[in-house]
Structures are given as C-alpha cells and as structure tokens.
C-alpha cells in the first residue's frame, strides 16, 4: 500500500462517521433514538436491511468459498424471497399495530414476561457473539495483510462504528449504511471489471467463464439428498427459508431496520427490495470468487493464502519439506495452465479431454494444499490451517493498482462497520426495552432510557471489541456466522409461530419446549454431522411439537382437578 491507498481508504471511512454523525445530530427521546421517528423511506429501509447482513465475511469469505467449492453456496438465498414475502403479509402489520420498539415485546402480550425474557436473552447471547465475529472476520484478515496488530485493528473497527452508533441511534446506522452499500457494490464491481482486464492476453471474458464452468466453479444446482451436505437445493429452499423467517422476523438487528418505517408499505417494500436484490449481489460476489479462481490458474497462487503464517514456519524443521511441496506445487501448476491454454484453443471432444486433465491436476494441487496444511499445523498446532478467506485479500493487495487497494480495503471495512452498527444499535434497543425498562428500573423519564441506551451501545461495542480481540478463527467465516445463528434462531422461531398462529399453546408451555429445543439443537449439533441448515427447522419443529405436547398435558392436569 502507498499514500494514495491510506488516503483513500481513511478518506472514506471518515466521511461515512462524519455523515452519520452530521445527518443525525440530536436525538433527544428514545423514539428518535431506537426508531428513527419512523421516518425511514424503502430504499433506505431496504439498503439498510441488506448492509446489516452484509459484513465485511460476505465480502471476505464469500469469493473464497467460491473459489474453493464454486457457486452453489448461492442456493442458502433461494428461499429469501418467499421468507420476505411471507414476512411482508403477516409480521409486519403486527408490529405496526402493536407499535413496538423490539420484536421480542409482542411475546409478552401474547404470552408473559418469561417468554419475553427467554427470546430477547436468546438474541442478546447469540448477537452479541455475532458481533464479535463481524469485527474479528476482517480484523484478523486485515491485521494479517498489513501487519497491524489484532488489537488495533478491532479498535479502529469499533470505535468508528460505536462513534456514529451512540451519537445518532438507529437514524445513523440506517444513514450510513446507504453510503457504505454504496461504497461496497461500487468497489466489487469495480474489482470484477480490473479482474477481467487483468487476464491474460487472448483470455476475455467469455474464455474465463468457459474455464470456470470446465472446472466445476459455476455449477449453481445440487438436488442431491444428502442431510450432511451444507448447501443443496433442498437445503436451501427449507433450512434458509426457516433461518431467514428467524433473522428477519424475530432478529431485532433486522426488526429495527424495518419498524422505523414511515409506514407499513414502506417496510413491505423494503423488505421485499431485500429479497429481489440480495440473491443478484451473492450472485455477483460468488462469481467474482469463481473469476478469481480463473485468474489464478494462469497467475501463480500461494501454496497457502495466509502468508504471514507460512513465513513463520519457513524458518522451523518443517521448512525444508514446505520447499519441497512448494516446488511440487509450482510444477503442477505449470502443467495445469499450459493443459488449460491447450483446450481454450480446443473444440469438442479434444477440448473436454483437455480439462479433465486439468481437473485431475487440479485435484493434485489441492492434496500439496492439504499436505502443506497438515504441514503447517505440525510445526505450529495454533496455526489456522483454513486460508481461503484470505484468497480475495491476497488478489487485492497483489494485483490491483493503488487507489482500487485502498477502495477495496474501505469496501471491508465499510461492510464490517455497517453491520457491526446494525447489531449494536439492536443489542441496545433490547437490553434498554426488554430487560433493563421492564424488569430492572420499571420508572424513569424518557431522557434516563435514552442514556441507558447509548451506554448498552458503547458496553455492548467494548464486549465486541474483547470478544473480537481473543477469538480464535473458526472454519470458514460466513458459516461461521450461519451456524452461530442457525444454532438459535429455530428456537426463537418457533415461540413466534406459536405465538402467531396456535392459540391454543400458552406460556408455560412454550417456555419449556424452547428450553428443551434449544438444548436439543446444541447437542445434535455437537454430536451429529447434520449440516448446520437443517437445525433451524428441526429447532422451530421441535418447539411446535413440545409446546402441542405440554399444553394438553398441562389442560388434562387442569381437567383432573
């Protein structure tokens, strides 16, 4: 990096704290604070719904999953926008009707204060380790690349964010993420179009999609019924449309984007943008992923993308065998790019022959891969032998001109800092309204909550901060996020179906189901290889199930006596 890229990068960064602190100065109750005054048009509301899912994982891990296992991971969106249409027709007008300020306030009313309290803990627990970990997804990439320590980079990712967060409330996050969508969709369009140009000369764009699809990157569809299997249609279409009802109807990180609203069409329709949006944008940063797979199978790639770790074992016995596999690797490689020149100049059946040579050789170079790991684990076992959320970073920092670096790195941030901002502006909301207001400090004025609600912000930010600091990385990032959910949001799913549609099920009753579903859905987790999707139906089921079962115990106990 040079000047022009610090310049770029903190320019913009600066300018998007600067505008949320500007355009949302004075906040003066806690209905300006927590909703905006519902005042939120759809675009905003839209834009805003999909930046707090978006983190800076979305634009780190995803083209390294593509890379690694091609574009069917874009199967998890599917069912999103069935999830928002169903959401659009029936949460929605409840929420307006009820006017509440969290999701979690329509369980007491319906059930009671337990209930309430169960669902808004099972958010806070899961959220704010979320938010963690959308500080430490780029945070450990970054601090690796420009040789930042950890702590600083965490800092600098939190502070900005609680800056904004506690000055203007949810007016500031909903503003900012407009500027920072912006910044973020601009910045990978721009890498795809500077990855195409980069090419080899004669390798346009229509031979690189060629070389993507011979090679596996581009198949979109697995009907495969395979329940350990992460991502197939089926997987998509049921397990995501159950984990997305949860995040964007129970999640209030999500709730508050959409209740501050100036009206029940606006929300509908920004939720609805959400759902024709977000598959084309996954589609667009998958397939920046598989073009960057492309690339590097004419520009030699690193044995192993994490660079800072591989240097560190050059120097240990393991060194000398590292050589070996590296050189291995490099001879691999150049028989690989030359079989591929080969069938782009092929047709028909010589060419298909061609790239099943090269696919052999690709799975070649993916067992050095795996020995270089196992490699690097034996000289350091705290080493993180997972490096494909390091593979778009490594094509960034290598291949783009300065000025586009600089761009990139803000679009992580960016990504980083709007969805950190969504979620601590929502643990704030409900620790202020479902656990400190209504169990801890019942009366007190209105300029008494909204001060509480800026302080959770800034406690829940330093949580994120210290949690982010001393985590350890897990897999691979994005599913990291999705399993951390997955494991929670089928229990709150299920205590809000029952609470919306069978009437019949009262509160003790679904209080104890959600404990024992959400019990359940930790252990298989642990104990089984079900793939992580399939527990948000089998959490949402297994409420259901358990609240019929203790409610017509709990009536025929009522009818003995």
């Not at 759809?42 to 999909?50: A, F, N």
């Not at 959308?134 to 450990?140: E, F, G, N, Q, V």
């Not at 990291?480 to 299920?494: D, E, P, T």
Request: proline fraction near 2%.
């Amino acid at each position: 990096m040079n000047i022009i890229d610090w310049i770029v990068l903190f320019g913009t960064l600066l300018s998007i704290v600067i505008y949320g602190v500007y355009k949302t100065r004075g906040s003066q109750n806690i209905e300006s604070y927590l909703l905006g005054d519902k005042s939120m048009k759809w675009w905003t509301i839209g834009l805003s719904v999909m930046a707090t899912q978006a983190s800076a994982i979305t634009f780190l891990s995803t083209p390294g999953q593509a890379f690694e296992d091609g574009m069917r991971f874009i199967q998890f969106y599917f069912s999103l926008p069935l999830a928002m249409v169903v959401l659009s027709v029936t949460v929605i007008p409840l929420y307006y009707r009820l006017k509440v300020y969290t999701a979690y306030e329509y369980l007491e009313t319906r059930f009671d204060l337990k209930t309430r309290t169960l669902a808004a803990l099972l958010f806070l627990i899961q959220r704010g380790l979320a938010a963690g970990i959308t500080i430490y997804a780029p945070a450990i990439i970054l601090s690796s690349i420009l040789g930042w320590p950890l702590t600083l980079t965490n800092l600098i990712i939190g502070l900005l964010v609680i800056i904004y967060t506690v000055s203007g409330g949810t007016r500031a996050v909903s503003q900012t993420q407009k500027q920072q969508m912006a910044v973020m969709m601009g910045g990978m369009v721009v890498a795809l179009l500077v990855l195409i140009w980069k090419l080899p000369e004669g390798i346009g764009f229509s031979e690189a999609v060629e070389v993507a699809g011979n090679m596996g990157k581009l198949h979109l569809v697995d009907l495969s019924l395979d329940f350990e299997d992460r991502y197939t249609l089926w997987s998509g279409m049921l397990g995501s449309f159950f984990l997305f009802l949860s995040y964007f109807g129970t999640d209030q990180s999500q709730v508050q984007r959409y209740i501050s609203g100036k009206s029940i069409t606006e929300s509908r329709l920004g939720l609805l943008m959400n759902g024709l949006v977000k598959i084309p944008m996954q589609f667009l940063i998958l397939f920046i992923g598989a073009m960057v797979f492309v690339f590097f199978q004419f520009y030699q790639p690193p044995v192993f993308f994490n660079e800072a770790v591989k240097e560190k074992i050059v120097h240990t016995v393991e060194g000398e065998q590292l050589a070996e596999l590296e050189e291995e690797f490099t001879a691999v490689f150049l028989e690989k790019r030359e079989t591929l020149a080969q069938a782009l100049r092929q047709e028909g059946a010589l060419a298909r022959e061609l790239y099943t040579k090269a696919e052999l050789l690709q799975e070649k170079e993916d067992a050095i891969r795996m020995e270089v790991k196992e490699v690097i684990v034996a000289a350091d076992p705290l080493a993180e032998p997972k490096d494909t959320d390091y593979v778009f970073i490594t094509f960034i920092m290598n291949y783009l001109p300065h000025g586009l670096i600089g761009l990139l790195l803000a679009v992580i941030f960016s990504a980083a800092m709007s969805s950190t901002a969504g979620e601590l502006n929502a643990l704030a909301s409900t620790t202020t309204v479902d656990i400190y207001k209504r169990s801890i400090k019942k009366e007190a004025s209105e300029v008494h909550y909204l001060q509480s609600s800026k302080l959770f912000t800034v406690l829940w930010g330093l949580l994120a901060i210290a949690f982010a600091t001393y985590a350890t990385l897990l897999d691979n990032l994005i599913e990291a996020v999705n399993i951390l959910g997955s494991l929670f949001y089928g229990s709150i799913l299920g205590i809000f179906l029952v609470a919306f549609y069978i009437k019949r099920v009262k509160s003790n009753a679904v209080f104890y189901a959600a404990l024992l579903a959400e019990a359940f859905v930790v252990i298989c987790y642990f104990t089984t290889d079900l793939a992580f999707l399939w527990l948000n139906p089998l959490g949402c089921g297994v409420v259901i199930i358990l609240g019929l079962l203790f409610q017509e115990l709990e009536n025929r106990k009522k009818v003995k006596r």
